[in-house]
């Protein structure tokens, strides 16, 4: 039955969502091997750099408080498109503006780099929870290892740049071509929803007529806030903890954040059976304890080979943490897709406090020390996951 419901176009639209996801974390692991890089450029000190980076952050909330209004008018499709262009315009200015050591420039880079994957989120996470619910196979968790494959790719060539001293506006000049590849492909194969389909994420008062926003919900949101503090966090600062903390050379640093990305491919890719065994809460849990005891090895690490081991345990042990939050968020017979709107915008407000306010504590008390800050927001989710849990999973309601 899943075979008549699924004809080719509707692969080769869920083929041209997982490429804008992978163009998505491809274009973030480009710029993130290369802070150390354009830092220098710009001789920004750390807590500048933490002000450059919240355009990436404020960018990607504003285009997550936008898409529900964006939706409502345009459907998913526009959004998703918009979600692929802006990026690509965004990381073209970066890479020829940071060179240029004109700050506001990269920082109006980063914000269209932000504002297009937040809008594209939304969409991407509702349209796959809403795959869940129709054929019974796990689509969120995919999406994103797509993303996780995006930012493997990107942190390779990232390290290769690095490695050979590529010029900043080169390697991100090479990087915007990948990415306008992508999006291309996406745009090619889109394919707009029924319009029964489409939903209306923004309407906050049928969400409180209806209740949608329920206890476990704001707990099931905190799990998804603490894992994606915990990535970005990752994301943002792990290349320069290397070179600022130990002293290691720019290719070092992004080949740490390149195996922490890797680590959490390899999670989500492999890890989605243990749900089934296990069930989600467990997964959750475990997920969250692993990540911490990795966080807690970095701000523990005395040396750049060990700091290295504890990066590969934290993004092992949470790779799986925000997929699953969306899909049990997604798991509700009549109001999914305004359930999943309420936890993706609780993951990107980790991702809008998490820069500047680790860039204002690292300035301080170090960038190892700060880690301790996504180490305790991942104890909070080890004690609240049973609550992902709660809701009956993909595979039985397929049924």
């Given amino acids: 039955m899943s075979t008549a419901t699924a004809p080719t176009p509707t692969r080769l639209h869920r083929l041209a969502l997982f490429a804008v996801s992978t163009m998505t974390g491809f274009g973030i692991a480009s710029w993130v091997t290369r802070t150390p890089a354009v830092r220098s450029d710009l001789g920004a000190s750390i807590e500048a750099m933490g002000i450059v980076l919240f355009g990436l952050s404020i960018g990607s909330m504003i285009g997550i408080l936008g898409a529900g209004a964006l939706v409502r008018v345009l459907g998913t499709r526009p959004l998703v498109l918009v979600g692929a262009a802006l990026p690509v315009l965004g990381m073209l200015l ?130 998804t806030l603490a894992m994606a503090f915990a990535e970005g966090s990752a994301s943002d600062w792990l290349p320069l903890l290397m070179t600022n903390e130990h002293d290691a050379p720019e290719v070092l640093g992004s080949l740490v954040f390149t195996g922490f990305a890797l680590a959490m491919f390899i999670g989500r890719s492999a890890g989605t059976p243990l749900v089934t065994r296990f069930g989600r809460g467990t997964v ?40 699953l939050a969306v899909s049990a968020a997604g798991d509700h017979p009549t109001d999914g897709d305004r359930r999943v709107s309420v936890v993706a915008a609780a993951g990107y407000i980790a991702f809008l406090v998490g820069p500047p306010a680790l860039g204002f504590l690292g300035e301080h008390l170090g960038l190892q020390l700060t880690m301790l800050v996504p180490a305790a927001l991942l104890v909070i989710a080890v004690v609240i996951a049973p609550a992902a849990g709660v809701q009956r999973t993909v595979a039985r309601s397929a049924g």
């Fill in 284 to 323: 959750i849990r475990v997920c969250a304890t692993v990540g911490a005891i990795g966080v807690l090895g970095v701000v523990l690490a005395p040396n750049p080979l060990l700091t290295a081991i504890a990066a590969v345990v934290w993004g092992l042990g949470i790779a799986l943490g925000f997929p």
């Fill in 94 to 223: 970066v890479g020829v503006l940071a060179p240029a050591q004109f700050a506001v420039g990269v920082w109006g880079g980063l914000f269209l780099i932000g504002f297009g994957a937040g809008v594209a989120e939304i969409g991407l996470n509702v349209e796959a929870a809403a795959q869940e619910r129709a054929t019974g196979r796990p689509v969120v968790p995919m999406l994103h290892a797509c993303f996780s494959l995006g930012t493997v790719a990107g942190g390779v060539v990232g390290i290769a740049m690095t490695a050979a001293q590529t010029p900043v506006v080169v390697h991100l000049t090479i990087a915007t071509a990948v990415m306008a590849a992508l999006a291309v492909f996406a745009a090619a194969n889109l394919r707009p929803l029924p319009r029964a389909e489409v939903p209306a994420a923004d309407d906050t008062r049928p969400v409180r007529r209806r209740g949608v926003v329920t206890v476990q919900l704001l707990l099931i949101a905190v799990i």
